[in-house]
């Protein structure tokens, strides 16, 4: 322990001590300063800067920091490895008196490594393809001097400093070269990668053999499929007919009498799948079947007196055709005498009145027609007798 009075009589010996150093002390000190330029493994040390107020310097004293010294106002070193050295001068001047100052010096002739970062940090899709918007960056170290900046183009594009993350959110081809620069210059080789990014998934066109007549086809149908993808081309086309399994798609589908439900969806290489599509398809190949009354017996105004193996109808009459289809429906029936379009009827019962003027043997042909555009006929002979005398009572009424 020191006492109060010791540390007293401490602190007045150390003012002596630093007032007899400045009144021996003889003269001003040096200052040592210096510059130097580095290229590559070699540097040059120029201590001209270093001054004396009061007289010269006599001396320079370089110590390299890798072990080795040297001695002169302008020196050379060459360092055998790359590094960071601290490199002092020891300036002395004519009256012995020294100084000392010292700079690290860097020694770096390796360029920078760097790196590309994505995310998502890989393909996201198949086959090397990225299905949604990416960013990507990049990362570099350099040995000593440190990076100074990376340089990047997308395809042919300017040379671009790297700042922030990029983003890319149109589908395309990427291709992207990138390199980085350390603060000495040293540029790194470039780098090339590419990213393949599709974001939109593949669509299909329908095409068939034949129209369809108020969604109808009146026979068997070809289906064709024609998917396309814009970016990474269409892979497989699946498809399905009534709730079978899907399969792959391979020339045209062929879909036959009745009611089906073709789906079909593609997916490109990319891994993008087309929403499902859905096509009701009814084919109806069947002609409706017709009958006609009057048929086979005696009509006397409309009311059939007895069954015959022929048709006589005397006085006016209702021609009606039985019309039926099994798959599509009855679309319309038209009447025809003797080839003469007479009337059609689109609504059940079928039906025409004949009250033209007669005295002789007609063929009377139905046409019917379902809603697929399937014709079925009927024809028949009939003796029609019908001088009108109805009309004319009716007139004389
Ligand atoms: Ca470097
Ligand atoms: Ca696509
Ligand atoms: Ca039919």
């Keep these: 322990m020191i006492s109060k009075s010791e540390k007293g009589i401490a602190v007045i010996i150390a003012l002596l001590i630093a007032i007899s150093w400045n009144v021996t002390a003889d003269g001003v000190p040096p200052v040592a300063d210096f510059t130097y330029s580095v290229n590559a493994y070699n540097v040059t040390f120029n201590a001209s800067l270093s001054h004396d107020a009061d007289g010269i310097i006599v001396n320079y ?23 960071i050295y601290t490199v002092n001068l020891t300036v002395k001047d004519n009256q012995s008196m020294e100084n000392v100052t010292s700079a690290q010096v860097i020694i770096d002739v390796t360029p920078p490594v760097s790196h590309m970062v994505t995310l998502p940090s890989s393909p996201n899709g198949a086959e090397g393809w990225y299905v949604t918007e990416l960013q990507f960056w990049f990362n570099a170290s350099d040995n000593f001097s440190g990076v100074k900046n990376i340089l990047y183009r997308i395809n042919d594009g300017n040379w671009t400093t ?17 390199y980085a620069i350390d603060a000495y210059g040293n540029e790194e080789e ?3 990668t590419t990213l393949k990014m599709d974001l939109k998934p593949p669509s299909t066109l329908f095409n068939t053999s034949k129209n369809a007549s108020d969604g109808w086809y009146s026979g068997e149908v070809e289906i064709k499929l024609m998917p396309y993808d814009s970016m990474s081309g269409v892979k497989t086309l699946y498809y399905r007919l009534d709730d079978g399994v899907y399969a792959e798609y391979e020339g045209s589908i062929s879909v036959g009498e009745g009611f089906h439900v073709l789906e079909y969806f593609a997916v490109d290489n990319a891994g993008n799948a087309e929403e499902l599509v859905r096509k009701e398809i009814n084919v109806d190949s069947t002609p409706p079947s017709v009958d006609i009354t009057p048929y086979n017996g005696i009509y006397f105004f409309g009311r059939k007196i007895i069954s015959s193996d022929t048709t006589i109808v005397v006085g006016n009459i209702t021609v009606e055709a039985m019309v039926s289809d099994v798959i599509s429906g009855v679309k319309e029936a038209k009447f025809y005498v003797d080839g003469e379009f007479k009337g059609k009827d689109s609504v059940p019962p079928y039906q025409w009145l004949w009250d033209d003027f007669s005295l002789g043997s007609h063929e009377i042909k139905v046409v019917a027609y379902d809603n697929a555009g399937n014709k079925g006929e009927k024809e028949i002979t009939v003796l029609f007798i019908n001088p009108k005398i109805s009309n004319q009572i009716s007139v004389n009424e």
Aim: charged share 15%.
């Design 190 to 192: 470039m780098h090339n």
């Design 162 to 178: 790297f700042d922030p993350n990029v983003s890319i959110n149109k589908e395309g081809i990427y291709n992207i070269s990138y």
């Design 61 to 83: 004293t370089w110590d390299f920091g890798d072990g080795s010294v040297g001695y002169g106002m302008v020196v050379n070193h060459s360092y055998a490895v790359e590094g």
